[in-house]
Each structure stands twice: as structure tokens, then as C-alpha cells.
């Protein structure tokens, strides 16, 4: 969209807002809000106060995780009468982790176009200071609330051969780090607290640092967590086949007994000794 184009009518905007400093946003963005009908937001004050500091008048609905269904139905229905709508989330860019699929799933479904005005995002923002690798990355959003849950879904990521971006909770930040250094091992991670705020903080050090520094001093506010790869000079093809078929291959390729093998192969993959030994029993 040029800057003299207006939003086109019966369009759904899915709109990025700065996740902290109310300066990160882009003219685009100012300029679809402005000349929006309507305005989906999550939160109704979070949303006024960057409307309010660049004069924007446009009407407020709330739309959230508690109210989607009902409100993705009105709003189709307002799309298909021509209206220009306009999805945020309290911060950052919507659907990623935020409510907004089922609206935007819904106006696909209805042939109703869907505009992307992309910007500030939390993972993006973190991930590029993080100083880990940035090539191939996995962004597995929020884990699991409850213990069993989490830990399976860690276990689940223990060889992943990319660097991993979750978004957590302060309040579960010490758990999650302590099953994360269990079945992760002693990565290199990076925790990127309140970016673009006023306390904006990034700690870098090894998953058990980590851990260590949170429970000192446990950190507030919004949180990204970013997770150095199972081994940052392992070969990827080492990373893709199951522990014990690699514990295997080392003994064959190095004439190691199977003890020197599975720590070698617990080393390459980030794992802590214990929780290598447990794949390896799983992998039977």
C-alpha cells in the first residue's frame, strides 16, 4: 500500500504494535488504524493508550481469547457490509501467540481479503540481540503450565538442531528452567526481559546459570527465552537420527565402549548425562 492509498473496504488488517516503546510502529500502521472502521484489539485501555498518543479515533471491540467466537462472527459480518477492520494485540504482531486465527481462518473461509501490516515482534526483536544462531530457529511459543506436560514437550525438542524461542511466564520462568537445564543440558540461553521498555534486560549465560541467577532474583515483566542449539557444531545429519542408533555410529566410527559413546553423543546434543541415558532406554 502506497502512502496514498486508504485501507481497502471489507479488508481484515492484521496489524503489528510495538511491544513496549510506543515509537516502534510504522507510518503504515498508524495509517490503516487511523482509517479503520472498527479496531480488534484484546485489551480495549491497553489499545487507547497508542491511539490516544497519535490522535487516533477509530472504534475500540474488544476481541480476546474469551470472547473470539462470538466476536469473529460479528465482525464477518461487518467485513462482509464493507467495513475496514483492523486486529491487534496488546502487543507485537497478532496471531503469534495472541488471539486472531480463528478470525483471520474465518474471513479466508468467507473469500474476505487478509492484509498483513507486519512490525514489532517479540521473538524477532529478541533472537536478533540474543547473539545466538540466527540461520534456522524454532518458535515454540508457550509451554506447557504443568510440569509432566512441559518436560514432555522439552523432551520432544532435546535434539532439535535449531536455536528454540519460547515466551514465558515470570511466575513459571524458574520451573521451566529448571526442567530446560535437566533434559537440555548446559546450553548457551538468553533471557530477553521487557524489550524495548524501560527496563529492557537481556542474561545471557548457560541454562543452570540461568536458573541459578532467577532464583536470586526472580525476573518480571515479559519474557523470551532463547535456547543456543542442541550442538552448535554438531553435523546435522548427527541430529536428525535417534540417540541410540548415534551413540552406534560413534562406537563404530571412533572404537569407543558404549559408556565413552553415549557421553560423547549426550555432549553433542546438549543432554545432560542422565537424560541421555533415559532416550536411550526409550529408543529400545
Excluded at 533472537?127 to 515454540?140: C, H, I, K, N, Y
Excluded at 510440569?147 to 535434539?159: E, G, M, S
Excluded at 546434543?269 to 541421555?276: P, T
Aim: glycine share 4%; net charge neutral; with cysteine.
Amino acid at each position: 500500500m502506497t502512502p496514498t492509498e486508504q485501507p481497502e473496504a471489507g479488508c481484515l488488517y492484521v496489524v503489528a504494535t510495538p511491544i513496549g516503546n510506543l515509537e516502534d510502529i510504522t507510518l503504515r500502521a498508524l495509517r490503516v488504524l487511523r482509517e479503520a472502521d472498527v479496531i480488534a484489539c484484546e485489551d480495549t485501555r491497553e489499545t487507547q493508550k497508542l491511539l490516544q498518543r497519535y490522535e487516533i479515533q477509530s472504534r475500540l471491540v474488544s476481541y480476546h481469547e474469551h470472547n473470539e467466537m462470538m466476536r469473529s462472527a460479528e465482525l464477518i459480518i461487518e467485513l462482509e457490509q464493507g467495513a475496514k477492520v483492523a486486529l491487534v494485540s496488546d502487543a507485537g504482531t497478532p496471531v503469534i501467540s495472541d488471539p486472531g486465527h480463528r478470525l483471520v481462518s474465518l474471513c479466508l473461509r468467507h473469500d474476505i481479503p487478509v492484509v498483513p501490516v507486519p512490525g514489532p515482534s517479540a521473538l524477532v526483536a529478541a533472537l536478533a540481540a540474543s547473539g545466538l544462531p540466527t540461520a534456522e530457529f524454532l518458535f515454540v511459543g508457550f509451554l506447557p503450565a504443568r510440569a509432566a506436560p512441559r518436560r514432555k514437550a522439552l523432551q520432544r525438542l532435546a535434539a532439535e538442531p535449531r536455536t528454540i524461542v519460547f515466551y514465558e511466564a515470570p511466575h513459571r520462568l524458574k520451573d521451566m528452567l529448571a526442567d530446560a537445564a535437566e533434559i537440555l543440558g548446559p546450553r548457551r540461553a538468553v533471557i530477553a526481559r521487557e524489550v524495548t521498555k524501560l527496563h529492557e534486560e537481556f542474561l545471557r549465560g548457560r541454562l543452570d546459570e540461568l536458573l541459578e541467577g532467577a532464583r536470586k532474583r526472580p525476573p518480571r515483566g515479559e519474557i523470551t527465552v532463547v535456547v543456543a542449539p542442541a550442538s552448535e557444531d554438531m553435523p546435522a545429519a548427527a541430529a536428525t537420527v535417534p540417540l541410540r542408533e548415534r551413540v552406534e555410529q560413534i562406537e563404530a566410527q571412533e572404537g569407543l565402549d558404549r559408556k565413552a559413546a553415549l557421553r560423547k553423543a549426550a555432549r553433542e546434543r546438549g543432554l545432560a548425562k542422565r537424560e541421555a541415558y533415559k532416550q536411550m532406554l526409550l529408543d529400545r
